[in-house]
């Protein structure tokens, strides 16, 4: 059983995030806890100097709140947003934040991809801690 869990939420793909949260459940150990994280990729600097630093933070808080929805205001579970490279940030999270687990969905993936989605691939290889690919 593992004390930290984190489950990456992605909102560009069709993923059964209810599907991953199941699977965090059974693996988390009494008394542990589950992270969902979703990755905000980041403003181009060409861009990011036009955009008003509050409406960044406006972007930042409509986030959580679609991602605290998409987990049905799930209350067992604790929102993260953070901003970088989806699989980069994902690992880097889990590194800086003691994971022990990644539940981690995939995406039913095309020939580019081979087995698993890219994200996931990346997770996989690059983890610090176990990673559980939900289909």
């Given at each position: ?54 409406s ?10 679609a ?42 993936p ?6 698993i ?19």
């Amino acid at each position: 059983m593992y004390s930290n869990i984190l489950v990456p939420i992605a909102f560009d793909h069709e993923r059964d995030t209810n599907a991953a949260l199941a699977v965090a459940r059974q693996l988390r150990a009494a008394g542990g806890h589950i992270t969902a994280l979703n990755v905000e990729e980041e403003v181009p600097q060409f861009v990011a100097r036009y955009i008003p630093e509050d409406s960044r933070a406006d972007s930042r808080e409509a986030i959580t709140e679609a991602l605290r929805a998409r987990i049905g205001h799930a209350e067992d579970v604790e929102v993260a947003v953070v901003t970088g490279h989806g699989g980069e940030a994902i690992v880097d999270y889990a590194r800086d934040h003691g994971i022990d687990c990644i539940v981690i969905a995939s995406h039913r993936p095309g020939v580019q991809d081979y087995f698993i989605g890219s994200t996931a691939a990346r997770v996989v290889r690059h983890a610090p801690c176990a990673v559980h690919v939900v289909r």
